[in-house]
């Protein structure tokens, strides 16, 4: 029994140790996206997108807070544009666009203010009568190693998702206000 014990918490520790190491050889960056062929202009989608007032609309983790509330700078539009949120059951936060090219380009600073800093894009592209959209965030997790590491690496797969449903739920507004 005593020795059976012992391999458990050695192999537990053994783990441990392993999983630590590890997260100091991994990166503390990250960059991901998700790109979806929306069948609408890409004209009214930055129109639309380049409009901080709509993020609410689209984004999913800001529609499933129902405490959620925004305060919008004006103008809502173009390059220092801002969105603050505040929130009982979530972080708090703020979208400030940095950079709108259009038709083709707008670059935004996400700020979740203690836990840190984000850059969120949406790139356009046209194809044909559709609009070619590639949704990412980049930026560097600043907690120690090796947490900030294994936190980097795990991000995509827990966002990337709500990326894919954010480029789904644009598609159908936008061809709701079309009709």
Do not use: H
Not at 7 to 31: A, H, K, Q, R, W
Request: aromatic share 12%; proline share 4%; glycine share 8%.
């Amino acid at each position: 029994m005593l020795k059976t014990l012992r391999v458990i918490l050695g192999g537990f520790f053994s783990l441990t140790l392993l999983l630590l190491l590890i997260g100091y050889f991994l990166s503390n960056e990250y960059d991901f996206s998700r790109a979806a062929v929306l069948d609408v202009r890409c004209e009214e989608t930055f129109e639309y997108v380049n409009d901080v007032q709509n993020l609410g609309e689209f984004i999913p983790w800001l529609q499933k807070d129902a405490t959620i509330r925004f305060d919008y700078t004006s103008p809502s539009e173009g390059v220092g544009a801002r969105v603050r949120w505040t929130s009982q059951e979530s972080a708090n936060g703020s979208f400030t666009i940095t950079a709108s090219e259009a038709p083709s380009k707008i670059v935004g600073e996400l700020d979740f203010f203690d836990l840190g800093k984000s850059e969120g894009y949406l790139l356009l592209e046209t194809e044909g009568e559709a609009c070619a959209v590639r949704f990412g965030f980049r930026g560097k997790v600043s907690a120690p190693r090796p947490l900030a590491s294994w936190f980097s690496t795990l991000l995509p797969f827990f966002v990337a998702p709500e990326l894919e449903r954010a480029l789904n739920e644009l598609e159908a507004i936008l061809k709701e206000k079309e009709s």
